[in-house]
């Protein structure tokens, strides 16, 4: 009896795992999970512009032996596929090209695909390709904040109480944070804040301020 809850192809993806690291300049990008909870994966991205074809993809990846493995197969189905094949990918996908998870593993197959399809979003919002033109509003900014991390607890910023307020209006959005700018985490915060809300494509201005 096999007592050993992964099949050899996650071990095989966890021992050596596929497209390992971060692409410089990358056409898209996208972080889904947290480290407070165990596991967070970021996804980079480089399009051909004229085939749409997902050329290049690497990831980094912060968790347990499903984690590494599920975000190194679903990197070798999305390379090499347009952006719209990519998009169909599903978890089951990412499972059964695994032999399989334990049932309490299955939740890091969606994280996986969920940073892949975030990344081709913000691809298709960076380039201007985004169909469905949703009104940018507080509580979509508040959605993407979410997806920020505060350093210092792992968890993100609007869960931890750092934003103090949202402005949006006008083509802008200001979010307030209840740290001074002289905070050790308080730049890398800031263009975390702007890389998620910059590709919104009714804005055209993103401000960060502290409370000093």
């Known amino acids: 009896m096999k007592l050993f809850p992964y099949t050899d192809i996650v071990l095989e993806h966890f021992k050596n795992p596929k497209n390992v690291g971060r692409i410089e300049n990358p056409d898209g990008q996208a972080t889904e999970g947290s480290s407070a909870c165990g596991d967070m994966v970021s996804l980079t991205i480089k399009v051909d512009p004229d085939t749409r074809i997902i050329t290049d993809i690497k ?8 984690n590494i493995a599920t975000a190194s197969v679903i990197t070798e189905l999305a ?7 990519a998009k169909k990918l599903s978890w089951r996908d990412a499972e059964n090209a695994l032999g399989g998870l334990p049932s309490v593993k299955v939740h890091c197959s969606v994280l996986a695909v969920e940073a892949l399809h975030s990344a081709i979003r913000n ?3 960076r380039h201007g390709l985004i169909t469905e033109k949703e ?3 507080i509580e979509v900014v508040s959605k993407r904040l979410r997806k920020v991390m505060n350093p210092e607890r792992g968890l993100d910023i609007m869960h931890t109480n750092l934003v103090k307020g949202i402005e949006v209006g006008n083509g802008k959005i200001k979010v307030t944070l209840s740290i001074p700018s002289s905070h050790q985490f ?6 975390d804040i702007t890389e998620k809300l910059e590709t919104l494509w009714d804005i055209e201005t993103v401000a960060v301020e502290f409370t000093d």
Do not use: D, L, Q
């Open 123 to 125: 691809y298709e919002e």
């Open 59 to 66: 990831f980094e990846s912060y968790g347990c032996a499903s």
């Open 135 to 137: 009104p940018t509003t």
């Open 186 to 191: 308080a730049n890398s915060i800031r263009e």
């Open 79 to 85: 390379k090499n596929r347009t952006i719209e094949e």
